[in-house]
Antibody
Framework: QVQLVQSGAEVKKPGASVKVSCKAS????????ITWVRQAPGQGLEWMGW????????NYAQRFQGRVTMTTDTSTSTAYMELRSLRSDDTAIYYC?????????????????WGQGTLLTVSS | QSVLIQSPSASGTPGQRVTISCSGS????????VSWYQQLPGTAPKLLIH???QRPSGVPDRFSGSKSDTSASLAISGLQSEDEADYYC???????????FGTGTKVSVL
């Protein structure tokens, strides 16, 4: 079945970096875009950005520009999201999701499926 | 911050119908496809409605979506205890050039 499996929970200190992985299976990886969404404790969903698995094009949310890098490894059907200069308010669950109709641009019609989420805790 | 506004909560007794609204603008709901997601406690969001009003296979027909101008709605008919969850609307925003989510609605079954 189509699924996205993410890497495990991380604990980082302020100022550090984190790289979360998202391994896809059950479909042709480079036929769909991958979107990253985060959810702070008790809060709603926040779109972080998108990457084309076809050509590596990216589109990042303004507030993460300069701090985030999304990449893919088509040989292992894995997407990655690296976030740098971590702050305490980056503490959240980070999700990857397959995007529909957004292989060439970030304007996904919908997101399905979602990974199980990766909890990032930023604390000194 | 979210640009799609939802009422914070909704509730009903088993069997009742509950409606959740999602208010946006011409740059998002007014010009792009709306999707809805269900997030059960402690789990990842799950696609509930796509293309404004289409249900993915496996989603019960108790769930229905609609859209008019710059607003969208999700209706749950025949409410069941397992429907207790947070629900989010979403759409692409042409002005922000990003995917935007609603503020979320917590549905409780009394």
């Amino acid at each position: 079945q189509v699924q996205l499996v993410q890497s495990g929970a991380e604990v980082k200190k302020p100022g550090a970096s984190v790289k979360v992985s998202c391994k896809a299976s059950g479909y042709t990886f480079n036929s769909y875009g991958i979107t990253w969404v985060r959810q702070a404790p008790g809060q709603g969903l926040e779109w972080m950005g998108w990457i084309s698995t076809y050509n590596g094009d990216t589109n990042y949310a303004q507030r993460f520009q300069g701090r985030v890098t999304m990449t893919t490894d088509t040989s292992t059907s894995t997407a990655y999201m690296e976030l740098r200069s971590l702050r305490s308010d980056d503490t959240a669950i980070y999700y990857c999701a397959r995007g529909s109709a957004c292989l060439y641009s970030g304007s996904c019609n919908w997101l399905d499926p979602w990974g199980q989420g990766t909890l990032l805790t930023v604390s000194s | 911050q979210s640009v799609l506004i939802q009422s914070p909560s909704a509730s009903g007794t088993p069997g009742q119908r509950v409606t959740i609204s999602c208010s946006g603008s011409s740059s998002n709901i007014g010009s792009n496809i709306v999707s809805w997601y269900q997030q059960l406690p402690g789990t990842a969001p799950k696609l509930l409605i796509h293309n404004d009003n289409q249900r993915p296979s496996g989603v019960p027909d108790r769930f229905s979506g609609s859209k008019s101008d710059t607003s969208a709605s999700l209706a749950i008919s025949g409410l069941q205890s397992e429907d207790e969850a947070d629900y989010y609307c979403a759409a692409w925003d042409d002005s922000l050039k990003g995917h935007v989510f609603g503020t979320g609605t917590k549905v409780s079954v009394l």
